[in-house]
């Protein structure tokens, strides 16, 4: 079973900080998906990673696919407020989806 | 340009009773996916279906539970004689072709009293 498991499960910080959130599994991905989602909403795809060692930028937000293409790090730097919602990963486009990490900047 | 549809966005069933939700995919896609998410939860996917065929239906529930995606009209997720652990956000999404980006929906709410 490929499962996905993201770190930390919850977060709480300060606009202007940055966080580094995690996607880690044992088994090895083709693929991997950042998916964020606000309340109330479905998940709208930020990126996705297919080469090991992969590095992807979307403006302040930097992916990182592992070089054995088990894990995945998401970098935000200087936090917005906008930036609040649930981050997910996903291995393979669709099947797994890991339990998200829920991320809120404060003003 | 619309997105995927889902409908109806809030639904309320009492113990017993039928559920269907609905799923318009984005025009020209042909791929839809059913996912269920628990409060405070990520998603758990449900079936993967493409017109008239299931593709996975891996995560899905034996009882009670069935999709479909007609040739003509949206997918519907149907669940019989509901429970109140079936309540929860069903999402849908719709891709161009397997293993390609997807599109969310706004969910369908289902509570179950």
């Known amino acids: 079973t490929q499962l996905l498991e993201q770190s930390p499960q919850f977060l709480s910080i300060q606009e202007g900080e940055n966080l580094t959130v995690y996607c880690n599994s044992s088994?090895?991905?083709?693929?991997l998906q950042w998916y964020r989602q606000e309340p109330g909403e479905g998940p709208v795809l930020l990126v996705t990673v297919v080469t090991g060692g992969e590095v992807k930028k979307l403006k302040r937000l930097t992916f990182q696919f592992g070089d054995a293409r088990k894990d995945s790090s998401l970098h935000i730097t200087a936090a917005q407020p906008g930036d609040t919602g649930l981050y997910l990963c996903a291995g393979e486009w669709y099947v797994r989806f890991g339990a998200g990490t829920r991320l809120t900047v404060k003003p | 340009n619309a997105g995927v549809m889902q409908n109806p966005r809030h639904l309320v069933r009492r113990r017993g009773q039928e559920a269907r939700l609905r799923c318009s995919p984005v025009k020209g896609h042909s791929h839809v996916y059913w996912y269920r998410q628990l409060p405070e939860e990520g998603l758990k996917f449900m079936v993967y279906?493409?017109?008239?065929?299931?593709?996975?239906e891996s995560g899905m529930p034996k009882e009670r539970f069935s999709a479909e995606f007609p040739k003509e009209g949206p997918s519907i997720l149907r669940i019989q004689q509901v429970v109140r652990g079936d309540s929860a956000a069903y999402f849908c999404?719709?891709?161009?072709?397997?293993?390609?980006?997807?599109?969310f929906g706004p969910g369908t709410r289902l509570t179950v009293l």
């Open positions: 279906l493409q017109k008239e065929n299931i593709i996975d």
């Open positions: 999404a719709s891709s161009v072709s397997s293993y390609n980006e997807q599109f």
């Open positions: 088994s090895v991905f083709s693929s």
